[in-house]
């Protein structure tokens, strides 16, 4: 006796459709530069003009907010139509355990990141010179055009980096990477997007091949959070919390890029040892952090298997007479992808 309809198979292959999904994703960050263009254009220049918001670092920020509606939006498309699932399965869902699991992963997340950046801190503090000069002038001189408490603009680029990291975790570490595994090994996956991500960085400022491989290792870091929990919830978290902390907590460059910060914090010595202009990304101290992150986490999952495309329904067999019927146990659904957050 059948169960029920056999699931329906993702069209084409795995790679054909992450090609088509990064093509749509540089077709939404397309638009946005043009909307910007096109709001700049009706404001007579006022954007563009020196020390308008086009010119700034944090513009960068706003274009992810922007970015982000239309880029779920596509991606619900991809996974509807072409994958033939539910968000759920490429980790927009609650970890296991729920929202106080959700809860819990934000405080412990946010604690690793500031201790990861406090060994760093130390370790390159003890192979290079590091200068505190105080709260940093854009923090004591507020800007006239922000009347409210710098406080509040910290807050705001934090939930920016938290979108930003989102959208990004959502890209590579959602769809590419949940794409790929129907072909290859997790750990295959996910060193083939996390190589993509660091492609992704290639053309930002003070980039160097540390940086690189940093953001590869940072990419396997992320994907064996999402790996273990089956949600891009903790990743999403460490990523936003990672990218504040180097820019506005630490103050120094994140990716090459300085915004708006706390205090003013200057690391002299060699490039290699500091990250440069880069930051701490950069640098080849992180390099080893990060190296033996990515192996502790990813050494109980390297050799789990493909995850392959959803599987058919199987064939009940045919049912006992009820006196010899075994008592039945509730089971959950094949390929359960949990609660989603949407």
Not at 11 to 26: D, K, N
Not at 207 to 225: H, K, Q, T
Not at 236 to 257: M, Q, R
Request: with cysteine.
């Amino acid at each position: 006796m059948e169960t029920g309809p056999a699931s329906p198979r993702p069209l084409w292959h795995p790679l054909a459709r992450s090609v088509l999904y990064m093509v749509a994703y540089a077709a939404v960050q397309l638009a946005v530069v043009l909307l910007f263009s096109l709001l700049d254009w009706a404001l007579g220049g006022v954007l563009s003009a020196e020390g308008g918001l086009a010119g700034s670092n944090e513009a960068f920020l706003l274009a992810t907010v922007l970015a982000a509606p239309p880029m779920l939006l596509a991606t619900w498309l991809f996974v509807r139509y072409l994958d033939r699932r539910g968000l759920g399965s490429i980790g927009i869902r609650w970890p296991e355990g729920g929202r106080g699991k959700a809860a819990l992963q934000v405080l412990t997340t946010a604690l690793a990141v500031a201790a990861l950046l406090g060994v760093w801190l130390a370790l390159t503090a003890a192979l290079a010179e590091v200068r505190f000069e105080g709260l940093s002038k854009p923090f004591r001189e507020p800007s006239p055009g922000w009347p409210l408490p710098q406080v509040l603009f910290l807050a705001l680029l934090l939930l920016g980096f938290l979108v930003q990291g989102g959208l990004e975790e959502l890209v590579v570490r959602g769809y590419i990477y949940r794409a790929l595994k129907e072909r290859w090994r997790p750990w295959l996956a996910a060193l083939s997007s996390s190589l993509l991500f660091s492609l992704l960085h290639a053309t930002n400022p003070s980039v160097s091949w540390v940086a690189l491989v940093n953001i590869v290792l940072a990419g396997l870091v992320l994907a064996a959070m999402v790996e273990r929990s089956g949600s891009l919830w903790s990743a999403t978290v460490a990523h936003g919390f990672w990218n504040w902390g180097v820019a506005c907590a630490l103050s120094l460059p994140v990716s090459g890029i300085r915004i708006f910060r706390l205090f003013d914090l200057s690391i002299a010595g060699d490039d290699r040892v500091t990250g440069g202009g880069f930051g701490p990304e950069g640098s080849l101290v992180l390099t080893t952090l990060g190296l033996l992150l990515a192996l502790a986490l990813w050494a109980p999952l390297w050799r789990r298997s493909p995850t392959g495309p959803l599987p058919p329904r199987k064939t009940a067999p045919a049912a006992l007479p009820a006196e010899d019927a075994p008592p039945t146990q509730p089971s959950a659904p094949e390929d359960d992808p949990g609660p989603s957050l949407l």
